[in-house]
């Protein structure tokens, strides 16, 4: 049974941290790891004490972890940055909070000694004879140890320990993946008593100068070992346990957010069911007003969970080929049950939020074509824009003419301007776009507009049909994008407050758009007014674009099962990386990197000088078998990740590529494990360094075809909107939503079978006293009878899957009491 492990955290805020600058203020920014990757920076807040972040990540970690850290550090222009203090939480810690956790928690001082990272494989066996017990410790290697030098390695060797006795490893220069292969001996009729305590095995940075630095230990109750003579396998490290000091609250405190979700994962077949189930209600065709288990899934389901199950239903419709008559068939209902077309899609229901989590599975790329270079624009230029007459602050603003200081006329006049400009470029690059758009958002647009035209006939709602399909476009879309880029994509932090500004103002401009400047003038931003005569001279075009937009064919071919949100062909990541020259001269591989454009799609990754270039290399993806990051001291640079394909003759090949930042190389680490995720052999290790001097960088193995030294984390993902399709997860997902609203379901159905009871019983005496009936109860019944069919099928399915998990947990618990694992 699979496990799936998702992580997310928000970190919201800072107050009350020291001061590290001798201004009397600090530049704080946040790092987090998860166990010892860093898999996230926030931006850093310049010259603040109190610093908001408001950024956001959620992690897919398929092999579990054990820690998440957050790390506030002081950024300085010269030297090294400092570090203010650290956040560590358990992963028991988070699990224990089932709502997720939300709170301030104070900063504790770093210990060098807690911070230990990696695992050490080791052999412990205990050997008796008629005169002596010994305990003898073959240790073979370690993987992934704290770099503690400055070279960004370590000097390892490793302390065996019990009672008063000990024994060493030789000393391993210049790694973090020391092979050492010794077998080291204690005699343990010289320690006294052998029957209790624990053996300890210390793993130390051996230094010339000064003290040894500590790497972490492992103890081994001895009464394990005399349960199993033999105990061997790969031990995590762990710190000397030093309790953590939160300095009182006077390094501050951070604001986090995190939730753990761990789920077991069935094989398929138990899912087939239940997903047949939801299918059947898309694929035959029913009345408008029937029940489905659909519409019982929206009954059970929490608001704050709508949002989930919506995205999670778009996913396994997409995969089944359905996701078009899938939205028609929540759509339609919507549509149906709506009287005042005022009301059309107001509301958080379940066709609301499925629209709006298919359009960002389907239409982010296509969004990122259209107001990508727009916001790089207004986050270059920075201008102060402001139409808010209290809001106008003139200090704030550069001088806009040389005749004097700046009034707040001269301010509006210039902020209308350059709206006007942003606006007409935003509204330029949308009405072009038509043939940019996926086809299958026009086909589910093409749908809606018939669907609201039906409904609403009359000459007075000419607009309805228009305002539907725009209220999604504009105001559930492209303004929110706007508002918020970073939650988008289209940049990798938020704005600052001058931007911001900018981005809410056009954010406004564009829902007046998207509502076909039916209500300006009607609000209490009368401020806005300058504005109104180019939102007005856009209606026309807006509707002529989405006019053009339904011009589709409904049997276009965008309906086909897929594992993949996005077809073959399109581009999911491209940008410029600094590619690793293997020909380069030996002595200057620092600086054999050249400055390359790649794109990445499902089937291919490629790359040429610019991105106008018109000859391309190209890696197919379906050679992937590992994507890994690469240690600092292989090329004396950060942020240094590595592809590795196999060729037909199977052969391995490594291309190494620089990213700008930790969160660039988060999102191409992530972007290619998505698309190479159905790959078959996947290596299970690989090397992080480099191959030089003939020898590996990182463990020193001369080999260049040597077995890798650490493990590969290629199901790692950051989970966005282009994560692949799992059918399994997403029904489990379903599975549990209905597992916590099973009551409901009950309540329901035991409701429904009173009311049978009592229509059987009214229509009995209606026959005695022979009375004609209506004919409404009858169609009461019927509706009832069927929807108390559904609950009952939903209910079995629960329960089938539900046995299903007990099962299986049995099963692997069986199993895990059967064996002694190493931790």
């Given at each position: 049974m699979a496990k799936n492990t998702s992580l997310y955290f928000r970190i919201v805020e800072g107050r009350n941290l020291p001061a590290k600058d001798v201004s009397g203020t600090s530049d704080p920014y946040c790092i987090v790891k998860v166990?010892?990757?860093?898999?996230?920076?926030?931006?850093?807040?310049?010259?603040?004490?109190?610093?908001?972040?408001?950024?956001e990540y959620t992690l897919h970690l398929p092999m579990g972890f054990h820690t998440l850290t957050f790390y506030v550090m002081d950024?300085?222009?010269?030297?090294?940055?400092?570090?203010?203090?650290?956040?560590?939480?358990?992963?028991?810690?988070?699990?224990?909070?089932?709502?997720?956790?939300?709170?301030?928690?104070?900063?504790?001082?770093?210990?060098?000694?807690?911070?230990?990272?990696?695992?050490?494989?080791?052999?412990?066996?205990?050997?008796?004879?008629?005169?002596?017990?010994?305990?003898?410790?073959?240790?073979v290697e370690a993987r992934d140890l704290a770099p503690r030098d400055i070279t960004g390695t370590s000097d390892p060797f490793t302390r065996i320990l019990y009672n008063n006795l000990s024994a060493e490893t030789s000393i391993i220069k210049k790694t973090r993946f020391p092979h050492w292969d010794e077998t080291l001996e204690l005699c343990l009729d010289e320690a006294g008593e052998a029957e209790s305590g624990s053996v300890t095995l210390e793993v130390w940075d051996w230094d010339m100068v000064g003290k040894n630095d500590f790497l972490g230990k492992v103890e081994i109750p001895m009464s394990c070992l005399h349960r199993t003579p033999l105990l061997q396998g790969w031990f995590r490290l762990l710190p000397l346990g030093n309790s953590e000091d939160d300095a009182g609250g006077k390094l501050g405190a951070l604001r986090l957010k995190v939730r753990l979700a761990e789920e077991r994962i069935l094989p398929s077949l138990y899912y087939q069911p239940l997903i047949d189930l939801l299918v059947e209600a898309v694929i035959s065709p029913t009345e408008v007003d029937d029940p489905t288990p659909l519409t019982l899934l929206e009954e059970v389901t929490t608001v704050e969970s709508r949002q989930d199950i919506a995205m999670t239903l778009v996913k396994i419709f997409l995969g089944q080929g359905l996701v078009v008559p899938f939205l028609d068939y929540l759509n339609t209902r919507e549509v149906h049950h709506t009287t005042d077309p005022n009301t059309l899609f107001r509301s958080n229901s379940l066709a609301s939020k499925a629209m709006e989590q298919f359009m960002k599975a389907v239409g982010m790329i296509y969004l990122h074509e259209v107001l990508k270079p727009i916001i790089n624009r207004i986050f270059e230029e920075k201008k102060y824009i402001e139409l808010d007459p209290c809001k106008i602050d003139l200090n704030r603003c550069r001088r806009i003419s040389f005749k004097?200081?700046?009034?707040?006329?001269?301010?509006?006049?210039?902020?209308?301007?350059?709206?006007?400009?942003?606006?007409?470029?935003?509204?330029?690059?949308?009405?072009?776009?038509?043939?940019?758009?996926?086809?299958?958002?026009?086909?589910?647009?093409?749908?809606?507009?018939?669907?609201?035209?039906?409904?609403?006939?009359?000459?007075?709602?000419?607009?309805?049909?228009?305002?539907?399909?725009?209220?999604?476009?504009?105001?559930r879309f492209f303004a929110p994008a706007i508002l918020t880029p970073k939650l988008f994509h289209l940049r990798d932090h938020h704005a600052d407050t001058r931007t911001s500004r900018t981005l809410l103002l056009l954010a406004k401009a564009l829902q007046s758009v998207g509502n076909l400047g039916l209500q300006l003038g009607h609000g209490k931003e009368q401020w806005m007014a300058p504005l109104h005569p180019i939102i007005l001279c856009s209606v026309a075009s807006i509707k002529d674009f989405l006019d053009k937009l339904i011009d589709v064919d409904h049997d276009s071919g965008c309906d086909v099962p897929q594992r993949a949100v996005f077809l073959p062909s399109v581009t999911v990541k491209e940008?410029?990386?600094?590619?690793?020259?293997?020909?380069?001269?030996?002595?200057?591989?620092?600086?054999?990197?050249?400055?390359?454009?790649?794109?990445?799609?499902?089937?291919?990754?490629?790359?040429?000088?610019?991105?106008?270039?018109?000859?391309?290399?190209?890696?197919?993806?379906?050679?992937?078998?590992?994507?890994?990051?690469?240690?600092?001291?292989?090329?004396?640079?950060q942020n240094v990740m590595q592809v590795i394909t196999r060729d037909p003759e199977g052969q391995l090949h490594t291309m190494y590529l620089q990213c700008k930042n930790v969160n660039e190389l988060n999102q191409w680490l992530s972007a290619i494990r998505k698309a190479s995720i159905y790959n078959e052999r996947m290596l299970p290790?690989?090397?992080?360094?480099?191959?030089?001097?003939?020898?590996?960088?990182?463990?020193?193995?001369?080999?260049?075809?040597?077995?890798?030294?650490?493990?590969?984390?290629?199901?790692?993902?950051?989970?966005?909107?282009?994560d692949p399709l799992d059918p399994d997860a997403e029904a489990q997902t379903i599975y549990k939503e209905l597992l916590q609203g099973r009551d409901k379901l009950r309540n329901r159905k035991q409701y429904l079978e009173t009311q049978e009871t009592e229509a059987a019983a009214q229509e009995e005496s209606a026959v005695k006293q022979r009375k004609p009936s209506d004919g409404v109860g009858?169609?009461?019944?019927?509706?009832?009878?069927?929807?108390r069919a559904v609950a009952s099928r939903l209910l079995d399915m629960v329960l089938d899957l539900e046995r299903a998990h007990a099962s299986f947990q049995h099963r692997e618990s069986e199993e895990a009491s059967s064996l002694i694992l190493p931790s």
């Open positions: 166990d010892n990757e860093i898999v996230a920076r926030t931006a850093t807040v310049w010259k603040n004490l109190n610093p908001f972040w408001g950024e950024e300085d222009t010269i030297g090294h940055d400092d570090v203010i203090g650290k956040i560590s939480l358990s992963k028991e810690v988070i699990a224990n909070q089932s709502k997720g956790l939300d709170n301030w928690l104070n900063l504790t001082r770093v210990d060098p000694d807690e911070e230990v990272q990696g695992e050490i494989h080791v052999a412990l066996e205990l050997h008796r004879d008629a005169q002596t017990t010994c305990l003898r410790c073959h240790i004097g200081s700046v009034s707040e006329e001269e301010v509006r006049e210039s902020s209308v301007g350059m709206l006007q400009t942003y606006l007409n470029s935003i509204m330029e690059a949308i009405v072009n776009s038509v043939s940019q758009c996926p086809l299958a958002m026009r086909v589910v647009f093409k749908q809606l507009h018939k669907r609201v035209e039906e409904q609403f006939p009359e000459p007075e709602n000419e607009d309805v049909k228009y305002l539907a399909i725009s209220g999604f476009f504009f105001l940008g410029f990386l600094q590619k690793h020259k293997a020909e380069g001269p030996q002595l200057l591989k620092r600086f054999a990197f050249k400055k390359r454009y790649f794109w990445l799609s499902s089937e291919m990754l490629s790359y040429a000088k610019t991105p106008d270039w018109q000859a391309r290399s190209s890696v197919p993806i379906q050679c992937v078998c590992a994507v890994e990051r690469v240690d600092e001291n292989a090329f004396q640079l290790s690989f090397h992080p360094g480099a191959h030089r001097g003939n020898k590996w960088t990182c463990c020193l193995q001369s080999e260049r075809s040597a077995l890798g030294c650490s493990r590969t984390h290629s199901a790692v993902t950051l989970g966005d909107w282009s009858t169609s009461v019944q019927g509706r009832n009878e069927r929807l």
